[in-house]
């Protein structure tokens, strides 16, 4: 019995020595949320690594307790979520505001929390050494580029003299940026990536400057968190919408002065929102003449600029191929000036490269301007467009005999890719040689990895190929599971691709065998199961 009571005396005396450390691991933060300048009713207030929520009444005041481990508190109202960073704020008040508007209580220098809104000039003047202390610490190892332990120093300057110089927000977001590409735990990342959003917001609040500041913020935001190859759908969405809002604000507010950057990502969020069915063509179409005029006001003034060329490029490229622009728009555009663009080369296959990506291959303009260019530069890129014009004639023969003088004659692995994917399609659905044209389509991928196209066509090749394959149900259907799996590789490497996909999906996923069917046949949920005859694959056993 006496063994057994000490260790029972051990055992409480460890919990308790637990109970007291968690106790010494806790504070309580008190303050103030705003909306507006004013106090705000119905906020959630939470504490990363702590289990507690308050929720605000009319006074806008909370009170929480946070644990020494917690980095951020997290304010949200109704659908409006907004992280604030407190690693290194050691004050117990902290007050916060949606709008970046916390009003100051009358015309002293300090708010409340312990803040000095004095200009560095000012703080320099009155010999604030705790400023100058740790403002010329921070300086001289950022100026090192040793952020790390810049950190430190700069924290208690940006969050007890916040006003003091733009610097704090400039360099801080340097360092955050830093911080996020050298950190591959992706938990971590999303913390530092809020933390540089929270720096925006902080500079907003004391600089102005908003336009401009909104589109450096939501252009980080859609480079730092749409690089997690992890996103499931919603998340993605989630991402691109609040990056897409912070760039519509910056162009609202800069107008003509908007970076030439911010246009181009506005872009590619409008493309990659309109093609996952959150945006209406008529807000795409809306948002390209807004971009493209700001982007053809740059070029008045610098006609010759590598930058601003580059951008329209890349903008009227966008919105070419987002599926907004129809094949009816495009050919009233070009009809009228074909007569001067079938005389450069250049130009001939600008137009039919547009063309092409819109499917509008079956205008007559296509013809007659593929003839042309075939006419004047019997190159690669002329010999596939013929092999097209001779697939709508249904003269496959001579279709193929273009094709294959294509691949011959092309260097380009994107075009290459392109010419592969499309002699695979051809093969598919005129000859139905399900191998060759398998074949085919891996040749495009190999030249391109991110050809969505072509892992679709490798995934409807083994769906069709199903009825054709083994002699039991479930090897009938395993291709079904090989061809989803192919359609999830589509969506992830290719976002033109993401509602077709994910269209596919939903049907073969209906013809999945049932538990039943599995367990009868010897098989289990999740098993790897090898697909054999020339297709050589491994995919996952499911069910629907």
């Not at 009358?106 to 929390?113: A, Q, R």
């Not at 190859?229 to 998340?235: I, P, S």
């Not at 094709?403 to 994107?414: G, L, P, Q, S």
């Amino acid at each position: 019995m006496k063994p057994l009571f000490s260790k029972t005396i051990l055992l409480t005396v460890a919990l308790v020595a637990m109970t007291s450390y968690t106790v010494i691991a806790q504070r309580v933060i008190k303050g103030t949320v705003y909306r507006g300048g004013e106090p705000a009713a119905g906020v959630t207030v939470e504490a990363h690594r702590s289990s507690g929520t308050f929720m605000t009444s009319f006074d806008g005041k909370y009170e929480i307790e946070v644990s020494d481990k917690s980095k951020y508190i997290e304010f949200t109202f109704i659908d409006d979520r907004r992280k604030l960073d407190i690693e290194g704020n050691n004050s117990n008040v902290i007050n916060f505001s949606f709008d970046g508007e916390i009003p100051v209580k009358g015309k002293g220098v300090v708010v409340e929390g312990g803040v000095d809104l004095r200009t560095s000039e000012e703080l320099v003047k009155a010999k604030e050494r705790d400023f100058m202390t740790n403002l010329s610490m921070y300086d001289q190892f950022y100026k090192q580029d040793d952020y790390e332990s810049a950190l430190e120093p700069w924290r208690k300057v940006y969050y007890k003299y916040p006003k003091s110089t733009i610097n704090l927000y400039i360099h801080g977001g340097r360092m955050y940026e830093a911080f996020i590409e050298n950190t591959s735990d992706w938990s971590e990342k999303n913390t530092l990536i809020d933390s540089l959003m929270s720096i925006y917001e902080k500079r907003i609040t004391y600089f102005n400057q908003e336009g401009y500041v909104r589109g450096r913020q939501g252009t980080d935001l859609l480079k730092f968190k749409l690089a997690n190859e992890n996103l499931d759908d919603d998340q993605l969405k989630s991402i691109l919408k609040e990056g897409y809002s912070l760039l519509e604000q910056s162009i609202e507010l800069e107008k003509n002065q908007t970076e030439a950057a911010v246009l181009v990502v506005f872009m590619q969020a409008t493309k990659r929102l309109f093609l996952m069915g959150e945006l209406p063509k008529e807000k795409v179409a809306a948002n390209y003449q807004k971009a493209s005029a700001i982007v053809n006001n740059y070029l008045k003034e610098e006609p010759d600029s590598e930058k601003y060329t580059t951008s329209k490029e890349l903008i009227d490229g966008l919105f070419q191929t987002s599926g907004a622009a129809d094949c009816e728009a495009l050919i009233a555009l070009y009809e009228p000036q074909f007569e001067q663009i079938s005389q450069n080369v250049d130009e001939l296959k600008k137009m039919l490269r547009i063309l092409e990506r819109r499917d509008c291959t079956d205008s007559p303009l296509f013809a007659q301007a593929s003839d042309r260019l075939y006419d004047l530069d019997p190159s690669a890129e002329a010999a596939f467009n013929m092999a097209r014009l001779f697939v709508k004639r249904d003269q496959f023969e001579r279709a193929k005999e273009y094709y294959n003088n294509a691949i011959e004659a092309e260097t380009d692995k994107e075009l290459l890719a392109k010419y592969y994917y499309e002699l695979g399609l051809f093969i598919f659905a005129k000859e139905h040689d399900f191998q060759k044209s398998r074949n085919l389509a891996r040749k495009a991928i190999e030249n391109n990895p991110n050809s969505g196209r072509a892992y679709i066509l490798i995934g409807d090749i083994y769906a069709q190929y199903s009825k054709h394959y083994g002699e039991t149900d479930v090897e009938h259907l395993s291709l079904y599971w090989l061809a989803t799996d192919y359609y999830q590789k589509a969506k992830r490497v290719d976002p033109e691709v993401f509602t077709q996909a994910n269209e596919k999906i939903n049907i073969y996923k209906q013809y999945f065998p049932n538990k039943e069917t599995l367990f009868f046949e010897g098989y289990t949920e999740g098993q790897s199961y090898k697909i054999g005859s020339w297709i050589n694959e491994t995919t996952t056993v499911r069910v629907k």
